[in-house]
């Protein structure tokens, strides 16, 4: 009697556990066919037990294995009992018919036990979800890193060989400058020597542009106040720099992102604003720093617009912040020009606090 009680509770507990836990049970006969499931394995796949029971194979449930190569396969399927692992990637189509990634494991009863299989499915569509956004993130931290880097490599060949280069030929060509020459060859060593000298300065730009030693050297606000200079003798539009808080150094990942978010706002606002002034905030506190392009130029429909060059000027900008944790937010409409802010939080060191992914260009 005694015995009978205990079995009595141990089926009961087990038949509470089958109804109560999160992951999903799907039993199946040997024929593939659906002959249990629990109210988990309903929610999961969308499908009411009486709809399922006896009417459906666990294939019109299962899509396949993700293996190396394939997304979903039928190839060494589980069911059969060749699954060379105890868990195992499935997809799953719910009745609805959208598809998710599960992780599962199936157990085969033994033969005088039905022989039924026994498969369990977690849905891991939030970590599959995180661990895609985690590379992602990643990805793009090892491209900007990687695009510094060369900007960097380039830049100092410019400057340090071809540009010592071109100076050398125009220091050579000024002491024969100083020859006794005929006119008409005079007349062609000062004009090859302008041509060098614009050559000289030309590379000198090139140089600065993709990489300003100001920014290593000297920190953000130098590198943005000589930006700014570059800037208005180029496009002729005057700019103005305000600075609230201390002025110091931040870590490099903060200095890069900020003075190439600047200087992408600037060039959005040269290139399609058709604006005579641009005012840069760049505001600090112990905390966070905030840095805001303003151009009061035409402004745009951030909702709708239209690309006017490759389109990832504006992502970019996003991408950068993100990664430092921190926010970019445009604010522009048409005929009132546009405002880029961007906030980083930061500790008392001027280290960014919330790294989305290691950074450090
Ligand atoms: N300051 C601005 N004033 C007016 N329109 C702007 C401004 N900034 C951006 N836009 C509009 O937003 C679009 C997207 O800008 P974004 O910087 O993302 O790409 P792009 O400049 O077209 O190309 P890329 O930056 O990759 O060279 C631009 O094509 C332009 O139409
Ligand atoms: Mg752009």
Redesign the pocket.
């Given at each position: 009697m005694e015995n009978m009680e205990a079995a009595k509770d141990q089926s009961l507990l087990l038949q509470s556990i089958f109804s109560h836990v999160t992951d999903a049970i799907l039993i199946v006969d040997k024929q593939g066919y659906v002959i249990e499931l629990n109210p988990a394995a309903e929610k999961m796949t969308g499908w009411r037990k009486n709809e399922l029971v006896g009417n459906h194979s666990v294939c019109d449930v299962c899509l396949g294995m993700a293996t190396i190569t394939n997304e979903f396969s039928c190839f060494n399927c589980f069911a059969s009992g060749n699954c060379p692992c105890p868990s195992f990637e499935l997809k799953i189509r719910k009745k609805d018919g959208k598809e998710i990634l599960v992780t599962a494991s199936a157990t085969r009863l033994p033969e005088e036990q039905s022989g039924a299989l026994v498969i369990i499915l977690r849905d891991m569509s939030e970590q599959y979800y995180m661990v895609q956004q985690r590379f992602r993130m990643l990805m793009t931290n090892y491209v900007i890193q990687a695009q510094e880097e060369e900007r960097k490599r380039v830049s100092r060949e410019l400057h340090d060989e071809i540009g010592q280069a071109l100076y050398s030929i125009l220091v050579s060509l000024k002491v024969i400058n100083h020859l006794q020459l005929e006119k008409g060859v005079m007349d062609h060593l000062i004009d090859v020597q302008q041509t060098t000298a614009r050559a000289l300065d030309e590379v000198k730009n090139m140089a600065v542009e993709l990489r300003p030693s100001a920014l290593d050297d000297l920190g953000l606000l130098p590198a943005i106040r000589s930006y700014m200079k570059r800037y208005e003798q180029t496009f002729g539009i005057e700019t103005d720099l305000i600075v609230i808080g201390d002025k110091r150094r931040y870590h490099s990942s903060i200095e890069t992102a900020l003075y190439r978010i600047c200087q992408?706002?600037m060039?959005?606002?040269a290139?399609?604003?058709?604006?005579d002034k641009i005012l840069v905030e760049f505001d600090s506190t112990n905390s966070r720093l905030k840095l805001r392009v303003i151009?009061y130029?035409?402004?745009?429909d951030?909702g709708h617009?239209?690309?006017?060059?490759?389109?990832?000027?504006?992502?970019?900008?996003k991408e950068r912040a993100n990664l430092l944790g921190g926010v970019v937010e445009?604010l522009?409409a048409p005929g009132e020009?546009?405002k880029?802010e961007v906030v980083i939080p930061i500790n008392e060191k001027g280290e960014p606090t919330r790294v989305n992914s290691s950074s450090d260009c």
């Open positions: 992408e706002a060039t959005n606002a290139k399609y604003a058709d604006t151009d130029g035409c402004g745009f951030t617009f239209k690309i006017r060059g490759t389109g990832l000027g504006l992502y970019g900008m445009i522009s020009g546009t880029i």
